[in-house]
């Protein structure tokens, strides 16, 4: 194995960047098999950004493949308005059977926003295939997509992050992240880029 290199994402790069969201989809592990629809989750977690905000992403390729990502949006309620006008409508239908929550999650993209969403507007998902974690590229990936945001001018980033997934918690916490607010499903995460 080469030695990773941390790029900008571009379009080419969503296939991808889709394979690595299904492999590491569930707390960093493969997302349970979707025999109805396998697609879904990358549908609504890695491809959107690449078609609709290319610029905000970035990649990390070994050997010419794409091994990790960080994908998201600067001012995520633009971006969710963009998802429902041009990206819903070209990936419906879905087959029945299909998540509804996923479906949910894709067909109204903004139910994701936190209340703070003014207070900090951007948002991000970030993974990593197995083989390169621990060497420190999920911090240099989220760290330059930060860097990136600050430099457009955001106020503040979210994420959203399964209870359950503590090392995760940590990973961010480690970055300077803290809980806003926690549900059964899901903690939601901020920093505020203008301080930081």
Not at 7 to 23: F, H, I, K, T, Y
Not at 59 to 75: E, H, S
Not at 105 to 129: D, G, K
Not at 188 to 195: F, G, Q, S
């Amino acid at each position: 194995m080469s030695e990773p290199q941390l790029r900008p994402g571009r379009p080419s790069d969503v296939e991808g960047v889709a394979r690595v969201c299904l492999l590491t989809a569930h707390d960093g592990e493969p997302a349970p098999m979707q025999t109805v629809d396998p697609d879904l989750v990358a549908d609504v977690y890695a491809r959107p950004y690449l078609e609709l905000e290319p610029a905000t992403c970035r990649v990390l390729v070994v050997d010419d493949t794409v091994a990790g990502y960080v994908v998201g949006a600067l001012d995520s309620v633009q971006f969710y308005r963009r998802w429902q006008q041009e990206w819903t409508p070209r990936r419906l239908p879905r087959p029945q059977g299909a998540d509804p929550a996923l479906v949910h999650l894709l067909t109204t993209p903004h139910i994701a926003l936190p209340e703070a969403a003014q207070e900090y507007p951007s948002h991000l998902h970030v993974n990593l295939l197995p083989q390169v974690r621990g060497g420190g590229w999920g911090r240099r990936l989220v760290v330059d997509f930060l860097d990136g945001l600050r430099a457009t001018g955001s106020r503040g980033v979210h994420l959203g992050v399964d209870p359950v997934n503590t090392r995760a918690i940590a990973f961010y916490e480690r970055l300077g992240f803290s809980a806003l607010t926690s549900t059964a499903s899901t903690v939601v995460m901020v920093l505020p880029l203008a301080l930081s």
